[in-house]
């Protein structure tokens, strides 16, 4: 089988992509250096079933600062490159912090691709976000409308979607964008808002919502995120940006409905001024990620909040 490189690895979802493609029967090179957005327990709690499987190797270093190229050559060479590594969060990418995204997002990626350079790789998929669109000018929202992000960390995004492009374009590397609408699941970080409200309902605390929470997402499962990076690992496409949505666009308030009925508990819900860079709605058009790459989500939100309360009752425990 062939051989792949993870980065972010130790995240959310690239610890659950590293899992699957060492699933599937593939060599995992995985590197994470652990930035200190959220703890350092956490990412290594994510590793932990990835450190006892022969198929992975890990190594702790920073992407701006490694030999690239020796890392992809090596031996084996990598065939798979999927680049998850990144700054996360919206509202924190703000001021002075806009450096450190700069940094991670925009500098790491060239970088690699710099890398990736007149190597045979076999294809390279990047994470991107719905952050790149912004406030849309219409929902569901396709790959054709014209990305307006209102937020830096969008800006950083989409600024890295066009280089995966423009070195596909210059250089033959084949990329791949995929362009993920507000994936959740078990290790989902610990500041995003399923994890909020979870954590504070089973503890009794308040929670509190950004607006008037009838702001709404298209919520994606973490294993559907996962099977789209297969499924463009497969693809024989390259060049190209697809939306990777859940198919369930709800609004903040239904999800808190929904996850009083799995827990059997209330919610203490305080309401508070909307976040600069937060948009009001996302909803994916998916419809090119199905034609192309057969991509179609297979886990709903119900089913998908459950495994979710699920994992932190477990970890809580």
Same mark, same amino acid.
């Given at each position: 089988m062939s051989t792949c490189l993870v980065?972010?690895?130790?995240?959310?979802?690239?610890?659950?992509?590293?899992?699957? !493609?060492?699933? =599937?029967?593939? &060599? $995992?090179?995985?590197?994470?250096?652990?930035?200190?957005?959220?703890?350092?327990?956490?990412?290594?709690?994510?590793?932990e079933n990835?450190?006892? #499987? %022969? #198929?992975?190797?890990? +190594?702790?270093?920073?992407? !701006? =600062?490694?030999?690239?190229?020796?890392?992809?050559?090596?031996?084996?060479?990598?065939?798979? $490159?999927?680049?998850?590594?990144? #700054?996360?969060?919206?509202? %924190?990418?703000?001021?002075? &912090?806009f450096e450190v995204y700069t940094r991670n997002n925009v500098l *790491? @990626? &060239?970088?690699?691709?710099?890398a990736a350079k007149g190597l045979p790789l076999r294809k390279f998929v990047f994470s991107s976000s719905s952050s790149v669109y912004g406030d849309a000018e219409q929902y569901p929202t396709a790959e054709t409308l014209r990305p307006q992000?209102?937020?830096?960390?969008?800006?950083?995004?989409?600024?890295? =979607?066009?280089? %995966?492009? !423009?070195?596909?374009?210059?250089?033959? *590397?084949p990329t791949l964008s995929l362009r993920y609408f507000t994936v959740y699941g078990p290790r989902q970080r610990p500041d995003m808002a399923f994890h909020r409200f979870i954590r504070a309902i089973v503890q009794g605390e308040t929670i509190t919502i950004y607006g008037?929470?009838? #702001?709404?997402?298209?919520?994606?499962?973490?294993?559907? %995120? +996962?099977?789209?990076?297969?499924?463009?690992?497969?693809?024989?496409? @390259?060049?190209? +940006?697809?939306?990777?949505?859940g198919g369930s666009r709800v609004t903040v308030n &239904?999800?808190?409905?929904? !996850?009083?009925?799995?827990?059997?508990r209330s919610a203490r819900v305080e309401h508070t001024e909307t976040q600069k860079g937060d948009v009001r709605h996302t909803a994916a058009d998916t419809s090119q990620a199905r034609k192309v790459l057969g991509y179609a989500p297979r886990v709903s939100l119900r089913e998908g909040l459950q495994r979710m309360v699920a994992w932190m009752e477990t970890m809580q425990a």
């Amino acid at each position: 089988m062939s051989t792949c490189l993870v980065t972010g690895v130790a995240g959310f979802i690239g610890s659950h992509l590293a899992e699957c !493609l060492i699933a =599937e029967g593939h &060599q $995992v090179v995985g590197v994470d250096c652990f930035t200190d957005y959220y703890p350092r327990a956490l990412k290594e709690q994510n590793l932990e079933n990835l450190r006892n #499987q %022969a #198929q992975f190797r890990f +190594v702790e270093a920073d992407l !701006l =600062e490694m030999d690239l190229g020796g890392l992809l050559r090596g031996a084996p060479p990598i065939e798979f $490159v999927f680049h998850l590594a990144a #700054q996360a969060g919206v509202r %924190a990418s703000w001021g002075r &912090q806009f450096e450190v995204y700069t940094r991670n997002n925009v500098l *790491v @990626t &060239q970088r690699l691709l710099e890398a990736a350079k007149g190597l045979p790789l076999r294809k390279f998929v990047f994470s991107s976000s719905s952050s790149v669109y912004g406030d849309a000018e219409q929902y569901p929202t396709a790959e054709t409308l014209r990305p307006q992000p209102v937020s830096p960390y969008g800006v950083t995004k989409l600024a890295a =979607e066009h280089l %995966a492009h !423009l070195y596909w374009k210059n250089f033959a *590397v084949p990329t791949l964008s995929l362009r993920y609408f507000t994936v959740y699941g078990p290790r989902q970080r610990p500041d995003m808002a399923f994890h909020r409200f979870i954590r504070a309902i089973v503890q009794g605390e308040t929670i509190t919502i950004y607006g008037d929470g009838e #702001q709404s997402r298209d919520f994606t499962y973490v294993r559907d %995120a +996962v099977e789209a990076n297969l499924l463009a690992m497969r693809s024989e496409a @390259t060049g190209e +940006v697809f939306n990777v949505g859940g198919g369930s666009r709800v609004t903040v308030n &239904q999800v808190l409905g929904q !996850l009083e009925e799995i827990t059997g508990r209330s919610a203490r819900v305080e309401h508070t001024e909307t976040q600069k860079g937060d948009v009001r709605h996302t909803a994916a058009d998916t419809s090119q990620a199905r034609k192309v790459l057969g991509y179609a989500p297979r886990v709903s939100l119900r089913e998908g909040l459950q495994r979710m309360v699920a994992w932190m009752e477990t970890m809580q425990a």
